[in-house]
T-cell receptor, first 110, second 114 residues
Framework: RKEVEQDPGPFNVPEGATVAFNCTYSNSASQSFFWYRQDCRKEPKLLMSVYSSGNEDGRFTAQLNRASQYISLLIRDSKLSDSATYLCVVIFYNTDKLIFGTGTRLQVFP | GAGVSQSPSNKVTEKGKDVELRCDPISGHTALYWYRQRLGQGLEFLIYFQGNSAPDKSGLPSDRFSAERTGESVSTLTIQRTQQEDSAVYLC????????????FGAGSRLTVL
């Protein structure tokens, strides 16, 4: 089993829709969590950190569920410009590694 | 510098040749990371440096791969006797301190092995 897993998608949604992605991790000795966004043929860029209590940034909401070992990203009122691949990142205490999920591709259509 | 700089941006080489990829992290960032991304795939962790030391080299795919960092700044990823399966984008990232801060990525070095 991979240390960090994501549904690759693609998720095809119309503009204005709400869409959610999950990311599961296998090791409970996890430290920090992030969501990154990667546009086609570009480098990943930080979208938001994920805090234990959950956090929101505009149309984006990130949640952490330690008991079930997953993080989620919710996007409300989807825009065409949200089309990208969304990568979750987990840092593990015990191995000290920073592991990326394989990403979930989102395509927002008019 | 203002961002993470990688060179070359594109490299085409023949199978069996050695290549060197360079990464200039953001000034003052103590942690530096190398990832590999094959076409349509996720990011594969290769190695990270805290200062000039690499605590864990287990992500390097084979002994043809090596990396070093000097002056807590520039890092070089070397691939010896390149194979076609080495074709990928090699991404470098840096952060202020390992594990506590976000990563800033460079634009990557696209390697094509013919």
């Amino acid at each position: 089993r991979k240390e960090v897993e994501q549904d690759p998608g693609p998720f095809n949604v119309p503009e204005g829709a709400t869409v959610a992605f999950n990311c599961t991790y296998s090791n409970s000795a996890s430290q920090s969590f992030f969501w990154y966004r990667q546009d086609c043929r570009k480098e990943p860029k930080l979208l938001m950190s994920v805090y234990s209590s959950g956090n929101e940034d505009g149309r984006f909401t990130a949640q952490l569920n330690r008991a079930s070992q997953y993080i989620s990203l919710l996007i409300r009122d989807s825009k065409l410009s949200d089309s990208a691949t969304y990568l979750c990142v987990v840092i593990f205490y015990n191995t000290d590694k920073l592991i990326f999920g394989t990403g979930t591709r989102l395509q927002v259509f008019p | 510098g203002a961002g993470v700089s990688q060179s070359p941006s594109n490299k085409v080489t023949e199978k069996g040749k050695d290549v060197e990829l360079r990464c200039d992290p953001i000034s003052g960032h103590t942690a530096l990371y190398w990832y590999r991304q094959r076409l349509g795939q996720g990011l594969e962790f290769l190695i990270y440096f805290q200062g000039n030391s690499a605590p864990d080299k287990s992500g390097l795919p084979s002994d043809r791969f090596s990396a070093e960092r000097t002056g807590e700044s520039v890092s070089t990823l070397t691939i010896q006797r390149t194979q076609q399966e080495d074709s990928a984008v090699y991404l470098c990232a840096s952060s202020l301190v390992h594990g506590a801060n976000v990563l800033t990525f460079g634009a990557g070095s696209r390697l094509t092995v013919l």
